[in-house]
């Protein structure tokens, strides 16, 4: 490129391809330059004050790069800058230029600009099969069709140059859009024209016959006739030749005559306008080549940054073209088709061809591909000519009739079609983030339709000419297809089956989330819950908490997760998606067990402290007692310091240790007389064990938990897995006694050399019991009294 530049005798022009190039060199580097940073903060693009001696170049081009990837904290993306490639640099350079034509003086200038119009015009006619056309170059794509709204008006109202609005006051007009037209393309008409929103027509699409996304003929010819009996004036219709949202096209050729019919102006704009360029073409798109005005949007089909969209129309007289602002005297105003002039020669008429070609088969490739795979539905009907695939997961429940489905029945749809539209919805959200993740290149979108629901959308000739995208990501994409197909499949069954059985377990109740991909969402609900509030509960939020880290120590191949509930503050369990065939009984059983158990355990902990508390303060007072007696008993002069330890050594007193155990399982206060005088601590009442609430059901070796077990194999005789079923039931049944735990209380001070119970040698329950490996209940020495003993059985998850 450097030495076509010195062929160029305008130094200047020679000196903006230089500085374009190294300016967009510079900027391309920007990903590299971030990652060997990895991470530093960029403190450049502070705002600051104006600096009076000026930057240079590179100190501008260096603070542009900041502005744009500075935000980008883990991986900056610099896609489109990388694939713009050399004709995008080309566009690029057409803004430039324009600013640089623009210092020409008037007549050079108006010369250059007719001819840049002129040549642009002409070939976009000649590409796009549209003879005798005029263009229109804007950089709002929805302005175009307002300027031809105006050109409407000013061509059926002759007295709205003079009148004004009080012509349309007289005889309203109307606009026909389809149902299926882009969002916010009425809105945007009346606010340009100044019209009141009656003047806009929906016109709805089929329902019995053909395309629900195209437009219904027959409905609208009986809109404009009821238009017409009213007083009002049909004034213009939009087709599409390629919905926004499928990309499906309407009866254009029908509609064509029943324009011509009733006067009215025919505008048609869509995706599949591109098709237009190639040698074949279908009837439907062929016919938007005889309609009064079409939008073309030539940047994303061809992958070029920043070039104009285009509208080509057909009119006779240049006066009402210049009124409704569809032409113009200004040479800034030619100058907007500068990028795409130069774009196009650099392209040439073959690029411009293999590219839309490209994107067509890209598209072919793709519809071929998932007509094979089960499970998945196309929206598309006519597929040999759209080149847009919008794609869905689809597969009946359980249980559902299709009938029904296709019959709306009001009683039914909440119960059978709506339960399933929800879940298959949440189902391709979930795929269609996983495709967009793993495949970037395919350029997916995920849109939720009215009827359909939620369905994944590939339109190559929108996003491949920027994405680079190539037969390879289409193939990978069929993959990724094929590869999560089993994951949905297996979690849609699996969704009713654990509703059921959430709603048969008392103290769960499922959730309707239709928002979440996984198998459901299920609450406990404890003791305290109260039902009808939809505050944060504090207490059903721990228990969800601890109930939450369980199911994560099973390591199992599911996936949990803690979350608000859907319409509510209250927490509850998200259970993922299941990739095999899950016992869901023992899944909710497991979740009710453990819930129940961590709540019991709270329970029991909270009344322990509390009883605990109590004890320790009767003690405390019977001690003081006690105390008090003692010192009736010794009298007064033994209580003084000097004189007290002469009586003693003369007459010492016989004291009895007469300490409290506290007894948790009978809540009463004992004397520890028996245990000072025979040093064995004594049992009391031994209550029965506490059972355990994990019921985990015995597992193969290597077999996870909440898996089925493998019927009828022949890897392992039904002997030997009896045998290792009955070892690691003994595994799950540990024998051992009872577990105690013991406090006292006493006032050494009071009674010194006596002997403690640690200096006992007889084996007495506290000997007897069975520690658990996953002991951690808090040890209840650290409460502040350390002689006060207590025995109880404490469960061991505590």
């Not at 489905?405 to 119960?415: D, L």
Request: proline letters at 6%.
């Amino acid at each position: 490129m450097d030495a076509s530049l010195k062929k160029i005798a305008d130094p200047t022009l020679a000196e903006m391809g230089k500085n374009l190039k190294e300016a967009m060199k510079m900027l391309e580097d920007s990903q590299r330059k971030a990652e060997e940073e990895n991470g530093k903060k960029i403190t450049g693009d502070i705002p600051g004050p104006l600096q009076g001696s000026g930057q240079d170049m590179v100190s501008i081009l260096q603070l542009v790069q900041n502005l744009m990837h500075g935000d980008e904290d883990e991986e900056p993306q610099s896609t489109r800058i990388q694939n713009i490639g050399e004709q995008g640099h080309i566009a690029l350079l057409g803004h430039s230029l324009g600013a640089y034509i623009s210092t020409l003086d008037k007549e050079k200038l108006r010369k250059l600009t007719t001819r840049i119009l002129s040549d642009t015009t002409l070939w976009l006619c000649r590409i796009f099969r549209y003879e005798n056309g005029c263009a229109y170059f804007h950089e709002e794509e929805r302005e175009g069709l307002a300027k031809i709204c105006r050109l409407a008006i000013h061509s059926r109202y002759e007295d709205f140059v003079v009148d004004g609005f009080n012509v349309l006051y007289n005889k309203k007009p109307v606009i026909y859009l389809s149902a299926a037209a882009r969002p916010g393309l009425g809105q945007y008409l009346c606010n340009q024209l100044g019209l009141p929103f009656p003047c806009l027509c929906r016109v709805p699409c089929n329902t019995m016959f053909g395309s629900q996304h195209q437009m219904d003929v027959a409905f609208l010819e009986k809109l404009i006739k009821d238009d017409i009996d009213r007083g009002k004036l049909p004034l213009l219709l939009v087709a599409n030749a390629g919905t926004a949202a499928v990309g499906h096209t309407d009866k254009i050729g029908r509609l064509k005559e029943l324009c011509e019919q009733y006067g009215i102006w025919l505008h048609v704009e869509g995706v599949n306008l591109a098709t237009l360029a190639l040698g074949y073409v279908s009837s439907s798109v062929l016919a938007a080549t005889k309609c009064d005005s079409m939008t073309l949007t030539p940047g994303p089909w061809l992958g070029l940054p920043a070039v104009p969209a285009v509208t080509l129309y057909k009119h006779d007289d240049p006066a009402l073209t210049l009124v409704a602002g569809l032409t113009s005297n200004k040479p800034a105003d030619k100058l907007r088709a500068l990028p795409l002039w130069l774009s196009l020669q650099y392209l040439g008429l073959d690029g411009i061809v293999e590219r839309i070609k490209h994107a067509c088969q890209l598209s072919q490739r793709l519809q071929e591909s998932l007509k094979k795979v089960n499970h998945i539905k196309i929206l598309v009907e006519d597929e040999l000519s759209s080149p847009v695939v919008v794609f869905r997961f689809c597969q009946e429940l359980p249980g559902s009739d299709p009938v029904l489905k296709a019959i709306p029945v009001p009683n039914m749809a909440p119960s059978v079609v709506g339960r399933e539209r929800h879940s298959c919805d949440a189902l391709n959200r979930w795929l269609g983030e996983q495709l967009k993740q793993l495949v970037p290149a395919s350029g997916l979108t995920v849109m939720d339709l009215e009827v359909e629901g939620v369905c994944i959308r590939f339109s190559p000739l929108m996003t491949a000419a920027v994405s680079g995208t190539r037969g390879e990501d289409v193939d990978q994409l069929v993959s990724c297809v094929q590869s999560r197909l089993p994951v949905l499949t297996c979690t849609l069954q699996l969704r009713e089956e654990f509703k059921q059985e959430v709603t048969a377990t008392a103290g769960l109740l499922h959730i309707d989330d239709p928002n979440w991909p996984g198998i459901g969402v299920v609450r406990y609900e404890h003791a305290n819950d109260d039902k009808s509030s939809l505050k944060l509960d504090p207490e059903g939020e721990k228990i969800h908490a601890g109930l939450l880290k369980k199911l994560n120590e099973l390591e199992s191949d599911l996936t949990f997760k803690m979350g608000p509930e859907y319409k509510s503050m209250k927490s509850c369990i998200y259970v993922g998606m299941a990739s095999d065939d899950v016992d869901i009984s023992e899944l909710v059983e497991t979740i009710a067990v453990t819930a129940r158990e961590i709540e019991e355990n709270s329970r029991l902990l909270e009344n322990m402290t509390e009883v605990v508390r109590k004890g320790i303060q009767e003690a405390q007072v019977q001690l003081q007692k006690a105390n008090e007696e003692r010192l009736l008993e010794e009298g007064v002069l033994r209580q003084i310091p000097v004189v007290g330890s002469v009586l003693n050594w003369f007459s010492p007193v016989q004291a009895s240790q007469k300490g409290r155990t506290f007894n948790l399982t009978a809540g009463s206060l004992e004397s520890t007389e028996h245990t000072y005088v025979y040093k064995v601590q004594g049992t009391g009442v031994t209550p029965p064990q506490t059972p355990s609430g994990t019921r985990t059901k015995p597992r193969l070796p290597g077999q996870k938990p909440f898996k089925r077990s493998l019927r009828g194999s022949d890897a392992l005789s039904e002997t030997s897995s009896v045998s290792h079923i009955e070892d690691l039931e003994n595994m799950e049944h540990p024998s051992g006694g009872p577990e105690q735990v013991a406090l006292e209380t006493s006032s050494p001070e009071l009674h010194p050399g006596a002997p403690t119970p640690q200096d006992a040698e007889q084996p007495g329950a506290l000997q007897n019991r069975t520690q658990s490996p996953e002991d951690d209940r808090p040890q209840m020495k650290k409460r502040g009294c350390r002689d006060f003993r207590c025995t109880h059985p404490v469960n061991s998850h505590l």
